[in-house]
């Protein structure tokens, strides 16, 4: 090969020096997060996230354990709402909806998508939560966070699964119609199994959307710190306690926020390790 | 399987299928049509341009706009030149199976997978107390931008791919050097790329409010300067209608403000890519 000339060795070293930025970005944020964390691991150790006394902060109590519950409890409700309707609505655009229908229902999907969830949260705030307050008080509970949740992350599932039905090849749904397969058939023989790295990608996106957001359900979730015994009760998440008490936390207190953040990444990071485990093969979060 | 069995099975996914439809409809018409209906009647030009007052129940957004255009402004200024550096080194410079090509693609995988609040905390931690910005629209832009980054690159990569393999072999043959085919070839081909990245970028940025509550403040006068706290439109939405008594229909004129200013955004990246891309994209 001949010698570069010198203006393109800067180049290349200028392009190093920028994707070697973005790197360092998520670098930078684990460094940060594990640092600023420190001090509540020195002065109460790994086990006081642990302990079942509670939240109390100013007795230097930072039981983590209802925070995390709720997080996975919202999570769970919404992703296992979410998943079922999202792919019934992808299957509603590809092979029920009437061919006028198919554009405006995928424009209104995309509708949802844009949606910011302070939108959402808000409207949960508005209409859900008295709503749900009616039936049972005080409204503002587990239920309504998955509900609003689910809504939120329901555009996510459902356009994947659209663009991975769309994927798959016309010749197989075109051999299930041949075999005489009706619509049952012709989507279990041929159209999920083509489409199910597609679906899996969308399942991993959404659980990811659910177990990170913040603002939706920091509005109509009722923030107490407790362990939620029915579907009624207020419940208060991670990601809600770190935006609700960021504002005012010193020393210990702060420290203990950046170690709920850090076990928010831990947990995203965990999911996408076992969903690559699964499926052999990496994933996209 | 008997015959029977199958054909109540079909029966039974028709009307799911159906039911889920009208459903996600359903949800649809009363969230747009509740914001609509209680927001329209807040919405004008005087909204638009006066300051908020008694704590945001009366007056308008005009600051908040200025403010949350600034932040934008910052975000840009810091990922576009980084991200499109760094799509360029990906897409033309690093090939495939190298090292540190897998490297920062991996990276931005797990960043796009961050929750906002985290990027909040970091900003907090990194730009407002390290660098000493404290609260201030450029802590609040560069966090931002930290969390922008990954789409812009995505976006702006695959614009260079969709460039044909003949220009670089065309530009090579006839001896220009790598800088000058970037320049004169690739760049003005990967143009719509970085467009439709930094549009989606502005839309996830607009629609952000998690990390910026605690790194571009809260305060709803007119910024006077990059270092001045300054409030963006979702957080102000977020502010009245959490802790504000009675700003209920200022939260609606501010929401649905935000709706239609995304609406516009995230229509016209989805018009450009189909236009120039030739592709569909996906906001997620």
Request: net charge positive; proline share 5%; charged share 10%.
């Given at each position: 090969?001949?010698?570069?000339?010198?203006?393109?060795?800067?180049?290349?070293?200028v392009?190093?020096?920028?994707?070697?930025?973005?790197?360092?970005?998520?670098?930078?944020?684990?460094?940060?997060?594990?640092?600023?964390?420190?001090?509540?691991?020195?002065h109460?150790?790994?086990?006081?996230?642990?302990?079942?006394?509670?939240?109390?902060?100013?007795?230097h109590?930072?039981?983590?354990?209802?925070?995390?519950?709720?997080?996975?409890?919202v999570?769970?409700g919404?992703?296992?709402?979410?998943?079922?309707?999202?792919?019934?609505?992808?299957?509603?655009?590809?092979?029920?909806?009437?061919?006028?229908l198919?554009?405006?229902?995928?424009?209104?999907?995309?509708?949802?998508?844009?949606?910011?969830?302070?939108?959402?949260?808000?409207?949960?705030?508005?209409?859900?939560?008295?709503?749900?307050?009616?039936?049972?008080?005080?409204?503002?509970?587990?239920?309504?966070?998955?509900?609003?949740?689910?809504?939120?992350?329901?555009?996510?599932?459902?356009?994947?699964?659209?663009?991975?039905?769309?994927?798959?090849?016309?010749?197989?749904?075109?051999?299930?119609?041949?075999?005489?397969?009706?619509?049952?058939?012709?989507?279990?023989?041929?159209?999920?199994?083509?489409?199910?790295?597609?679906?899996?990608t969308?399942?991993?996106?959404e659980?990811?959307?659910?177990?990170?957001?913040?603002?939706?359900?920091?509005?109509?979730?009722?923030?107490?710190?407790?362990?939620?015994?029915?579907?009624?009760?207020?419940v208060?998440?991670?990601?809600?306690?770190?935006?609700?008490?960021m504002?005012?936390?010193?020393?210990?207190?702060?420290?203990?926020?950046?170690?709920?953040?850090?076990?928010?990444?831990?947990?995203?990071?965990?999911?996408?390790?076992?969903?690559?485990?699964?499926?052999?093969?990496?994933?996209?979060? | 399987?008997?015959?029977?069995?199958?054909?109540?099975?079909?029966?039974?996914?028709?009307?799911l299928?159906?039911?889920?439809?009208?459903?996600i409809?359903?949800v649809?018409?009363?969230?747009?049509?509740?914001?609509?209906?209680?927001?329209?009647?807040?919405?004008?030009?005087?909204?638009?341009?006066?300051?908020?007052?008694?704590?945001?129940?009366?007056?308008?957004?005009?600051?908040?706009?200025?403010?949350?255009?600034?932040?934008?402004?910052?975000?840009?200024?810091?990922?576009?030149?980084?991200?499109?550096?760094?799509?360029?080194?990906?897409a033309?410079?690093?090939?495939?199976?190298?090292?540190?090509?897998?490297?920062?693609?991996?990276?931005?995988?797990?960043?796009?997978?961050?929750?906002?609040?985290?990027?909040?905390?970091?900003g907090?931690?990194?730009?407002?107390?390290?660098?000493?910005?404290?609260?201030?629209?450029?802590?609040?832009?560069?966090?931002?931008?930290?969390?922008?980054?990954?789409?812009?690159?995505?976006?702006?990569?695959?614009?260079?791919?969709?460039?044909?393999?003949?220009?670089?072999?065309?530009?090579?043959?006839?001896?220009?050097?790598?800088?000058?085919?970037?320049?004169?070839?690739?760049?003005?081909?990967?143009?719509?790329?970085?467009?439709v990245g930094?549009?989606?970028?502005?839309?996830?940025?607009?629609?952000?409010?998690?990390?910026?509550?605690?790194?571009?403040?809260?305060?709803?006068?007119?910024?006077?300067?990059?270092?001045?706290?300054?409030?963006?439109l979702?957080?102000?939405?977020?502010?009245?209608?959490?802790?504000?008594?009675?700003?209920d229909?200022?939260?609606?004129?501010?929401?649905?403000?935000?709706?239609?200013l995304?609406?516009?955004?995230?229509?016209?990246?989805?018009?450009?890519?189909?236009?120039?891309?030739?592709?569909?994209?996906?906001?997620t």
């Amino acid at each position: 090969m001949c010698r570069r000339p010198a203006s393109d060795t800067l180049l290349v070293w200028v392009l190093r020096g920028c994707a070697a930025a973005a790197c360092a970005t998520l670098v930078l944020i684990g460094a940060f997060l594990v640092y600023e964390t420190l001090p509540v691991l020195r002065h109460e150790g790994l086990g006081v996230f642990f302990r079942s006394d509670g939240w109390v902060p100013s007795e230097h109590l930072y039981g983590l354990m209802p925070m995390l519950v709720g997080t996975l409890l919202v999570m769970a409700g919404a992703v296992l709402v979410a998943t079922p309707l999202g792919l019934l609505s992808a299957v509603f655009c590809h092979f029920y909806a009437p061919r006028r229908l198919v554009t405006p229902y995928r424009r209104l999907i995309e509708l949802l998508a844009g949606i910011p969830s302070v939108v959402y949260g808000f409207w949960g705030l508005m209409v859900l939560v008295p709503a749900i307050n009616n039936i049972r008080p005080p409204g503002a509970s587990l239920l309504a966070g998955i509900v609003v949740l689910t809504i939120m992350i329901l555009p996510t599932i459902a356009l994947m699964a659209d663009a991975s039905f769309a994927a798959v090849p016309r010749a197989s749904i075109a051999a299930a119609y041949a075999l005489g397969l009706d619509k049952v058939g012709l989507l279990r023989a041929a159209v999920f199994p083509a489409a199910k790295s597609g679906l899996f990608t969308g399942l991993i996106l959404e659980t990811g959307r659910a177990t990170g957001e913040t603002m939706a359900v920091i509005m109509v979730c009722g923030n107490i710190v407790q362990m939620p015994k029915s579907l009624f009760d207020p419940v208060r998440t991670l990601t809600a306690n770190i935006a609700l008490e960021m504002s005012f936390a010193m020393n210990d207190h702060r420290s203990a926020l950046f170690a709920s953040g850090l076990l928010l990444i831990i947990l995203i990071i965990a999911l996408v390790a076992v969903a690559e485990w699964i499926s052999r093969e990496p994933v996209h979060a | 399987m008997p015959k029977r069995d199958v054909r109540w099975l079909s029966g039974l996914l028709g009307v799911l299928v159906w039911g889920a439809a009208i459903v996600i409809t359903g949800v649809f018409i009363a969230l747009v049509g509740d914001l609509a209906w209680h927001g329209m009647p807040r919405l004008s030009w005087a909204f638009m341009t006066t300051a908020p007052s008694n704590a945001g129940r009366d007056g308008g957004i005009g600051p908040i706009l200025v403010s949350t255009l600034l932040i934008l402004l910052v975000c840009l200024a810091a990922c576009v030149p980084i991200g499109l550096g760094t799509a360029v080194f990906l897409a033309e410079f690093s090939p495939a199976a190298s090292v540190f090509g897998r490297l920062i693609r991996r990276s931005l995988d797990v960043l796009a997978g961050v929750p906002s609040i985290v990027f909040g905390l970091f900003g907090n931690a990194f730009f407002c107390q390290t660098l000493g910005l404290g609260f201030s629209i450029a802590s609040g832009g560069l966090t931002l931008a930290c969390m922008v980054l990954p789409i812009l690159i995505r976006s702006t990569e695959e614009g260079f791919r969709a460039v044909p393999n003949d220009y670089r072999l065309s530009s090579a043959a006839l001896g220009f050097t790598r800088g000058a085919t970037l320049r004169h070839l690739l760049l003005p081909a990967a143009v719509p790329g970085l467009i439709v990245g930094t549009v989606l970028g502005i839309g996830r940025a607009v629609a952000e409010t998690a990390a910026l509550i605690f790194t571009s403040g809260y305060a709803d006068r007119m910024p006077e300067s990059l270092l001045d706290s300054g409030r963006a439109l979702s957080l102000h939405i977020f502010d009245l209608s959490m802790n504000v008594a009675g700003g209920d229909a200022n939260a609606y004129g501010a929401s649905l403000t935000l709706v239609l200013l995304l609406l516009a955004i995230n229509g016209a990246a989805a018009w450009m890519a189909e236009r120039w891309l030739h592709r569909r994209i996906m906001i997620t």
